[in-house]
Structure formats: structure tokens, C-alpha cells
């Protein structure tokens, strides 16, 4: 028999397919191939049916570029997913219930309570294995309903919202429309949040900038958890509000779906293979950086250069997620003769608008070996030199465009998955000019090593709050009256060890501080250059002042850190002493050269890398004869994985 099912179809069809309503071919091949085919040509009739021109091009832009969006499986999930109930219901049973879970949550590193659920649940469950979880691909499982609510109420916060009228159909497309920000699970959201934030609409801000800032305010009882939320994929919106933890890449999305369901213009980008954070377009051809639900967006700020740069943390590439597909012109070479990162057509670059120093790069190359040249920079932790830009050889010439400066780089061509290196390693300097590194075996010089890999942002942050710190010292233990014997003026970078402006003699010694504190080790010596030890007292409360005795354990894997302010710390030497020095470090990510480990130099020479022998510490540093000009390489065989690039520069460590 003939059911209205099958009639209702087939008139569908008709309606889609007659001559002025067919849908573009790009729409079409998706068409083709999609397993929810019936709920997207629904949708598309819907628009079609009721006249709403622009909102069926909104709906043409969603099923063109969704053949290629995908979630994980979420029933691979779910039996790990348990810990974000777990979490609910402890903040559930306070009293009143916790709504800020920056607020509940310590400061620091990784609350416990987190992480021994999750040990639970880890063994009992076993590892969550990203790789192996299978895909579901958006265009084989998404309705109808679900993007006619999306399309809706996108196109109504566009329209209404003051901060988004002036926005392009196409901005409109990249920054409001889309229903996904990166990887997450398909979840009902729009009309929810629409709903939930409404608010923002009476607060009289016309400017989206100032509208963001207030938005993003409502949002600081997220807290950020790498730690353990780096075990799972992006997180769906039921699993962040009730865990209300998350990776950066979480804090992103959840922020996306809040400003987006406003019609503030959003997205998240990252520096490849690395941390990410949100974009928002400024109206004036510049992107605002900022962390979603921790910093805030500020115009003619960089939060990647206000927030992560450091030694160890230098920007190359800063890429966006796009729901629209990007075209790069490789279609004439083999599926293995593109490298990973460019096989994602969702990914824009958008360096040269982040308010970053950036500068063009030009080097010779043949262009017998191909007719793409691609550009590397040395990953630490995967031990290898990883592609991050591209550009066409023309004349013998390649030209990189808005690249991040004071970084090394490496010129290669890339065939069959394998590189074919098209020039020595080159360092861009912050003024656009180039130093080539490759190395003088015939010329050698003195390389005083004392750390493998640059400072980090985290270890860059707790240095800087070091500068202006004073060691004092008195004979009252109340300290009325004290001598200052020095101030921190210098950024240290590693263990430093300084002369004091007096020995006294002095029974209290003392460091004091007006702002955080992150201390790894603190040794006093008298004169002769002995270490001074005695009972050590602090301004602190009992459970800052019980972590005090981490400075002077002589371990530089714990550490001493207090979060909320000012204050000092110091010891009783028991009777007045004569002060030599005092020595200090940091927090740390324990990358300087410790003391009975090996170690092992390299420098890169024909496109690899050569030893210059083995050594074990007897200090702090390591002494090595190295050929002049080479591009450097220093493993811990004994611990530890992070490993960077150097060359020497006026006797010091330049990190590439």
C-alpha cells in the first residue's frame, strides 16, 4: 500500500529538486552521502516552504560544510562520564549548593577529591582511549528540528542584538551560526542559553566588546581542569555545567555556546599542537584574544602575548576552528604528500591579525623536490620537528607570510609522510632579519648549559612575581626594626645565588613579598659558604604556614605556594650569624640541570642530529665544546621528557 509517509517524501523531493529551488551542488554531494539525508532536505523545504530567504542560504552554509563534523561516540564515553554525576552530586549536597566551582575548588594544582574520584573510576573502567572511539558524523544523525532551532534563534539574536546588526551574513555564518565549536557532542543548546542569558540584552551595552566582558563575568564559576579532563574528547554542555571543570578547550566551547546564543561573535583558536583560547573579531580587522570564563576580552590586547609567552612557549602559528571548510590548493598531490595539519579544512590561520609581532620570512630552495615548501618548528614533546605553515616555491624563492618572530624554524619538503629538508634551520629575529644556523665543526666554542628547555609561561609567571621581592633580616623576631640585605631586581631564570649587602650578625632571616608566591627552594649560607638551617615561620594562616618547610627542603620538586597575596616567610637561625648569601629558585617545571643526572648534547648537522657526548651533572650546569653557529639539542637521559631547541648567543642559552 502507498502510505502518506512515502507520498509526503516524494513531495519533498519535488519541492527540493524543481528548477528554482535546487539547492547548490556543494549542498547536493552532502546530500548524497548523508545518512539523516530526510531530516536535512526537511529542513531545507522548511526554508524554502516558508519564503525566509536568508535563513535557507544560513541553512545551505550548515549542510555544505557539515560532511566532515563529527563527535565521539558518546556511549564509549559514558561509563567514565560517570565522574561529572559524581561531581553534581557533591556540589549537590552543600550547603547552600555550589554554583562557583572556582570558588569551591582550591587554588593550585589539581584538587584531590577530583582526582581520586576519577582514579576510581580509572580503575574500574580502565583507560579512556581517545584514538580507538568511533565517530559519528554529524550529517548521518542530526534533525531537522535540531537546525531549524539553531538557524531560528541564531538569526534572532543577529537581528535584535545591538552588538551584532552591523555583522556580515558571511561573519554571521563564521562567528553566530554554526551549532558546534569544535568536537564536542551534538546537544540541544540554542534556545536554552538564548533564554538563560537574556539578560545581557538589558544591560544597555551597545559596544560587543564591553558586552562580552559582562557576559564572560557570568561565567567565572567555571574552573579549568587539564589534569584530569585531558583524559576525554571536548566535553558536551550537560558534562560542563554539571562538572563544571574543563580543559581550555572546554572553557572555550562552553564560552562559544553563551556568546554565540547572544549574538556575540565567537570563536576558539590555538597555537598548533597547544593551548587554546577564544577569539572575538573587533570590527577592526583584529582578532581579542581571551580565555573564556578566566581573562577577560580587552581591545588592543593578545592574550597569548599578555598571557602564555615565554621561552618555551614561542607563537609560530595561532590557527582558528572554522565551521567553514578551508580550500588549500593541494588537490594535485597525493593524499600522503599532505601533511596532517592541512588534511583539516577547518582550520584558518590567523596570525596576522592577533595583535602579535610577526614577520615574513624568505629563503632560496630548489623547487626540483616540489612545488610545496612547508615550514617546521620543533615540537618538545613529541621529540621532532612538526609542520605548521605552507607556501608555493616561485623562482627559488619561498615566502612564508606573518610569522611569529625570535623563534627557529626548519624549511622542508614533505613527500610519501616523510620530510626532504629544503634548507638549514633558520632563526627569525624580532626585527624580521635572519640568522642561518648551521654549524662550524672547524670553530668551536665554550657552551655553558643549564637547562634543556626554555622557562614556561607557568614558570615565566611565578619568576616574574620574584622581581621586587626583598630578603631582610633582624634580631627581633617582630622585626620592627630590620636591615634589608637585598632586592630581586633581575629576572632569574634559574637557580640564582647572591652575595648578601650584609652579614650582621642576625638571628632572623627573612623573604617578603607583596604579591604571590611560588617557591621551590630557598638556602641561606654564612660566609663561610655553609648552609644555614633553623625553624621557619611565616605570616601565613596554619595550612600556608605548614607548607613553608617545602622552600628549605632542598628538593626542588616541591614547592611552596601561596595564592592569595603578600606576606613572608623566613627562619630562626637560633642565635645571631654572620650572612654570606642566600640562593633562590622559582616554581618550576624542573627542566635546569640537576645534579647526578646524564645528559646528552646534540647539534643538528645535514639534516640530523649528531652527539657531542654524554655527561653526568656534578652541578647545575654542563660544559660542552660545540661547533660555532649550530643549532643545539640537550636530552636528560635520567628523567623527563620536554626537550627544546637552542644555539648560543654572547654565552647564553637562545631558545628557538
Known amino acids: ?37 530526510a531530516e536535512l532536505e526537511e529542513c531545507i523545504v522548511h526554508y524554502q516552504k516558508t519564503g525566509q530567504e536568508e535563513k535557507l542560504r544560513a541553512a545551505y552554509f550548515l549542510i555544505a560544510n557539515m560532511d566532515n563534523k563529527y563527535s565521539y ?136 566588546v564591553l558586552a562580552a566582558k559582562r557576559l564572560n563575568d557570568s561565567l567565572k564559576w567555571f574552573k579549568n581542569n587539564y589534569y584530569t579532563i585531558r583524559h576525554f574528547p571536548d566535553l558536551k554542555l550537560d558534562h560542563l555545567l554539571k562538572g563544571k571543570i574543563g580543559a581550555c578547550s572546554d572553557m572555550c566551547n562552553l564560552t562559544v555556546y553563551v556568546f554565540r546564543s547572544q549574538g556575540i561573535p565567537l570563536s576558539s583558536c590555538y597555537l598548533h599542537r597547544n593551548t587554546s583560547w577564544n577569539v572575538l573579531p573587533s570590527g577592526e580587522g583584529k582578532a581579542i584574544g581571551f580565555l573564556g570564563t578566566w581573562s577577560d576580552p580587552e581591545r588592543n590586547t593578545s592574550y597569548f602575548k599578555d598571557e602564555l609567552v615565554s621561552q618555551a612557549n614561542k607563537v609560530g602559528k595561532i590557527y582558528m576552528h572554522t565551521y567553514r571548510k578551508i580550500r588549500y590548493p593541494f588537490s594535485d598531490l597525493p593524499y600522503q604528500d599532505i601533511p596532517d595539519l592541512f588534511k583539516s579544512s577547518n582550520v584558518r590561520d590567523i596570525t596576522g591579525i592577533c595583535q602579535l609581532n610577526t614577520k615574513n620570512l624568505e629563503i632560496q630552495v630548489s623547487d626540483s623536490l616540489g612545488k610545496y615548501v612547508f615550514l617546521c618548528e620543533w615540537k618538545d614533546l613529541k621529540y621532532d620537528w612538526d609542520i605548521l605553515d605552507w607556501t608555493e616555491v616561485y623562482n627559488g624563492k619561498a615566502t612564508f607570510k606573518d610569522l611569529g618572530t625570535d623563534k627557529v624554524y626548519l624549511p622542508v619538503f614533505y613527500k610519501n609522510r616523510f620530510f626532504r629538508f629544503a634548507h638549514d634551520p633558520v632563526y627569525l629575529t624580532k626585527d624580521g632579519s635572519i640568522r642561518i644556523l648551521k654549524a662550524d665543526t672547524f670553530q668551536k666554542e665554550k657552551a655553558i648549559i643549564y637547562r634543556k628547555m626554555g622557562m614556561g609561561f607557568n614558570e615565566s609567571r611565578w619568576a616574574k612575581h620574584m622581581v621586587g621581592a626583598r630578603f631582610e633580616a633582624s634580631n627581633d ?57 633553623g625553624n621557619y615561620f611565616s605570616s601565613f594562616d596554619s595550612e600556608a604556614h605548614d607548607q613553608v618547610k617545602r622552600a628549605f627542603d632542598g628538593d626542588i620538586h616541591s614547592n611552596f605556594t601561596y595564592h592569595k597575596g603578600g606576606g613572608f616567610f623566613g627562619m630562626d637561625l637560633g642565635k645571631p650569624t654572620r650572612l654570606g648569601s642566600v640562593e633562590y629558585l622559582f616554581q618550576n617545571s624542573f627542566n635546569t640541570v640537576q645534579k647526578e643526572d646524564s645528559y646528552e648534547l646534540f647539534f643538528w648537522e645535514k639534516n640530523k642530529w649528531v652527539s657531542l657526548g654524554k655527561q653526568k651533572a656534578n652541578d647545575e650546569t654542563l660544559e660542552y665544546q660545540v661547533p660555532k653557529n649550530a643549532l643545539l639539542l640537550l636530552k636528560n637521559l635520567s628523567r623527563g621528557k620536554a626537550i627544546q631547541v637552542f644555539f648560543m648567543q654572547a654565552g647564553e642559552q637562545k631558545w628557538g
Open 1 to 37: 500500500m502507498f502510505s502518506f509517509k512515502k507520498l509526503n517524501q516524494i513531495y519533498v523531493l519535488l519541492i527540493l529538486f524543481s528548477c528554482q529551488n535546487s539547492p547548490p551542488k556543494e549542498v547536493l554531494r552532502v546530500l548524497e552521502r548523508a545518512g539523516a539525508r
Open 477 to 533: 623576631p617582630e622585626f620592627r626594626a630590620f636591615t634589608e640585605l637585598h632586592t630581586i631586581q633581575k629576572l632569574p631564570s634559574k637557580r640564582e645565588r647572591i652575595v648578601l649587602s650584609e652579614s650582621g650578625p642576625f638571628r632572623y632571616v627573612r623573604y617578603r613579598s607583596d604579591t604571590l608566591m611560588g617557591i621551590a627552594e630557598m638556602t641561606f649560607f654564612d660566609e663561610q659558604a655553609n648552609r644555614l638551617i
Open 73 to 208: 561516540r558518546q556511549e564509549s564515553i559514558e561509563k567514565h562520564a560517570v565522574l561529572f554525576d559524581k561531581l553534581d552530586s557533591l556540589y549537590q549536597a552543600q550547603e547552600p549548593p555550589v554554583t562557583d566551582a572556582q570558588a569551591f575548588w582550591p587554588e593550585g594544582n589539581n584538587p584531590n577529591d577530583i582526582e581520586k574520584y576519577w582514579d576510581t573510576i580509572y580503575n574500574k573502567r580502565g583507560e579512556l582511549n581517545l584514538s580507538s572511539l568511533p565517530k559519528v558524523y554529524d550529517m548521518d544523525v542530526i534533525t531537522a528540528d535540531y537546525l531549524i532551532e539553531n538557524i531560528d534563534y541564531a538569526f534572532k539574536v543577529w537581528k535584535e542584538r545591538s552588538w551584532a546588526r552591523q555583522l556580515s551574513f558571511d561573519e554571521f555564518c563564521e562567528f553566530i551560526l554554526p551549532y558546534r565549536a569544535t568536537n564536542e557532542p551534538l546537544q540541544v543548546w540554542r534556545k536554552r542559553l538564548f533564554e538563560e542569558y537574556a539578560w545581557i540584552a538589558d544591560e544597555g551595552l551597545m559596544d560587543v
